[in-house]
């Protein structure tokens, strides 16, 4: 992989997660689930061509941002294992999610949630959460892990590398009908 490429995924990961925190109002401590295709962002289909160094690129942009805010970041892995998560044990305990037994792997797991494996202190997999604002880099299919409700985030990076990208952030759901007062603060 060229080295021109890699910066340029790593340096447009680290801007659209940047994009997306400055829309998405999160809280230190909260939760950015992540879901990226390595085979996508290089142009190919995904699935098809898992590559450690794309993932470790876009890794790196987007876990810089969330540890200088103070977030968690959850890696979703491939289908190969239902979409689970690899995530900071720390979190997992925090949130008394049953942890499950999987090492991720390239074609089982996908190259981002092995990169997180890899990174992570105290890595674990989990196989639900509800995150409070997401990244789906190659149509990965994240909604199941988002809490309710998910609002779409325009953000100007489009996409990383060859890889079409969708950010998203939650809100509190309305109640009350249409007497109901809201905080403008939460919307």
């Known amino acids: 992989m060229a080295v021109e490429f890699l910066e340029e995924i790593r340096r447009d990961?680290?801007?659209?997660?940047?994009?997306?925190?400055?829309?998405?109002?999160?809280?230190?401590?909260?939760?950015?689930?992540v879901g990226c295709s390595?085979?996508?962002?290089?142009?190919?289909?995904?699935?098809?061509?898992?590559?450690?160094?794309?993932?470790?690129?876009?890794?790196?942009?987007i876990y810089e941002v969330a540890?200088?805010?103070d977030l968690y970041l959850a890696a979703q892995c491939c289908e190969h294992l239902n979409r689970a998560l690899i995530i900071e044990k720390e979190l997992a305990k925090r949130e008394r999610l049953p942890i499950v037994n999987v090492v991720p792997q390239p074609k089982a797991g996908g190259s981002f949630?092995?990169?997180a494996y890899h990174r992570f202190k105290q890595p674990?997999?989990?196989e639900h959460l509800k995150a409070q604002a997401g990244m789906d880099i190659g149509d990965t299919l994240i909604g199941m892990h988002l809490a309710d409700v998910a609002v779409?985030?325009?953000?100007?990076?489009?996409?990383?590398g060859e890889a079409h990208l969708v950010c998203a952030r939650t809100?509190?759901?309305?109640?009350?009908?249409?007497?109901a007062?809201?905080?403008?603060?939460?919307l």
């Open 124 to 126: 674990v997999a989990v």
């Open 171 to 179: 809100r509190g759901k309305f109640i009350g009908g249409e007497r």
């Open 67 to 69: 540890l200088e805010n």
């Open 152 to 160: 779409p985030v325009r953000t100007k990076t489009k996409q990383i």
């Open 113 to 115: 949630g092995t990169t």
């Open 38 to 61: 390595s085979s996508e962002v290089t142009g190919k289909r995904i699935g098809t061509s898992s590559s450690l160094e794309t993932a470790e690129a876009v890794f790196e942009g």
């Open 13 to 33: 990961a680290r801007k659209a997660t940047e994009e997306l925190l400055e829309q998405a109002h999160l809280s230190k401590g909260d939760i950015l689930v």
């Open 181 to 186: 007062v809201y905080d403008k603060e939460m």
